[in-house]
């Protein structure tokens, strides 16, 4: 079946740092990319969309400055939590779509700014 | 834009009985409603889907049941086992399979053994 793999699976970074979260379809050319938030005992909030070689669609509340969406290629989409704070602690996940295959969801990132 | 609710938050069963989450949708135009199951700190699960153009599906002990008239969708799980523990998540789009899912607030199921 479709696989998109995501890294890092959890990260603990400085207050103020950029970090970087990387997914990849494996097997399937992702034509689109979901960015989806977690935070504890609460639901997957969507933050943007992301067609391959389009620039990001953000949700309403979601600051494009901060978190950066990069879809390059078919198969590879990041995420950049830039000058991260401890209340962008949270768990990141991607979903990836393509012609032939619905929503594929990476593994995750739990990331904890300190 | 959508707004996907679910109710209840919590719920609690016996081993062997039944579990019934409900939600419902806003928007209208909404088609394809997949419901997901997810363990503490993993990726959601799909458990069943359902579009539009059907009114129920089931498979083994889950089923769905879909209200379009009433935008209300429910999960139904016969048989509870206490690996069906879990946080629920229905979820709502209006492209089908490949456009954006709003999801519901989820529903944590505890199964006791």
């Known amino acids: 079946g479709a696989v998109v793999s995501q890294h890092p699976s959890w990260v603990i970074c400085k207050s103020g740092t950029s970090v970087k979260i990387e997914c990849r379809s494996l097997d399937f050319q992702a034509t689109t990319m979901f960015w989806y938030r977690q935070f504890p005992k609460q639901s997957l909030m969507l933050m943007a969309t992301s067609n391959e070689g389009s620039k990001a669609t953000y949700e309403q509340g979601v600051e494009k400055d901060k978190f950066l969406i990069n879809h390059a290629s078919l198969t590879l989409s990041t995420l950049t939590v830039t000058s991260a704070h401890p209340e962008d602690s949270s768990f990141y996940i991607c979903?990836?779509?393509?012609?032939?295959?619905?929503?594929?969801f990476g593994s995750g990132t739990r990331l904890t700014v300190v | 834009g959508e707004n996907v609710e679910q109710h209840p938050s919590t719920l609690s069963v016996q081993e062997g009985d039944s579990a019934v989450i409900k939600c419902t949708y806003s928007d209208s135009a909404s088609n394809y409603f997949p419901w997901y199951k997810q363990e503490l700190g993993k990726r959601p699960q799909l458990i069943i889907d359902i579009r539009s153009n059907v009114g129920e599906k089931k498979d083994q002990r889950i089923a769905v049941t879909l209200n379009k008239t009433a935008k209300h969708f429910s999960l139904h799980i016969t048989e509870t086992q206490p690996e069906d523990s879990a946080v629920y998540f229905c979820a709502a789009s209006k492209g089908g399979a490949t456009n954006k899912l709003i999801f519901g607030t989820g529903t944590l199921l505890a199964v006791q053994p």
């Open positions: 979903s990836a779509t393509g012609l032939l295959h619905g929503y594929t």
